[in-house]
């Protein structure tokens, strides 16, 4: 069982709708937790980061964790084109090192 | 402008064929390491460094080595490359401690190895 699980898609919306975007893990050590973006041919560029349960909110993203149940979401509201891309999420282990969900590829139809 | 910049961001070449794969931060970061990122799995940590001199494995160090003799500078090495080291590579380079929100990615660099 890897220790992150995320579903890899692809997720293809219509323009406006509400995206959710779920990672579940298996290590209580993880404390921090962080969803990237990435474009195509583009490193992964940092989105959310939290580090507690609870929501985080930033615009038009809604990051929420759920220790007890180990379960991370993504929400995107009234989502763009240009949202589309592949999101990831991490989680810290130990000193700096992330771990990494296989990534789900999102794609947002004008 | 906050840089990881690594070189080169693409390349091919044939097993056994040696290469090095450079990355330089801007930031005066202590800590650096490198992914490799392959369909379906997606970030695998191979190497890490806390500070110069100072490195250790990830998860998939197999067929790689790294050194940090500067700060600034963690090239990842590739002494003789197989078909199954063909993936995209990300290094990435951050403060330090246990925090998540200062780690920054380099570009990628895409490698084939025939």
């Given amino acids: 069982q890897k220790e992150v699980e995320q579903d890899p898609g692809p997720l293809s919306v219509p323009e406006g709708a509400i995206v959710s975007l779920n990672c579940t893990y298996s290590n209580s050590a993880f404390q921090y937790f962080m969803w990237y973006r990435q474009y195509s041919r583009k490193g992964p560029e940092l989105l959310m980061y939290t580090y507690s349960s609870g929501n985080k909110e930033d615009g038009r993203f809604t990051a929420q964790v759920d220790k007890s149940s ?16 592949t999101y990831l999420c991490a989680m810290i282990q130990g000193a700096q090192k992330l771990v990494f969900g296989q990534g789900t590829r999102l794609t947002i139809n004008p | 402008e906050a840089q990881v910049t690594q070189n080169p961001r693409y390349l091919i070449t044939v097993t056994g064929k040696k290469l090095t794969v450079t990355c330089s931060q801007n930031m005066n970061h202590e800590y650096m390491s490198w992914y490799r990122q392959d369909p379906g799995l997606g970030l695998r940590q191979i190497y890490y460094s806390m500070n110069v001199e100072v490195t250790d494995k990830g998860d998939v160090p197999e067929g790689y080595k790294v050194s940090r003799k500067e700060k600034r500078n963690f ?11 063909t993936s995209l590579y990300f290094c990435a380079s951050s403060l330090g401690g246990n925090s998540g929100n200062t780690i920054y990615f380099g570009e990628g660099s895409w490698l084939t190895v025939v």
Avoid: V
Avoid at chain 1, 72 to 82: A, K, N, W
């Fill in chain 1, 70 to 85: 180990k379960y991370i979401s993504l929400f995107i509201r009234d989502s763009q084109p240009s949202d589309s891309a």
């Fill in chain 2, 75 to 85: 090239p990842l090495i590739l002494e003789s490359p197989s078909p199954n080291q």
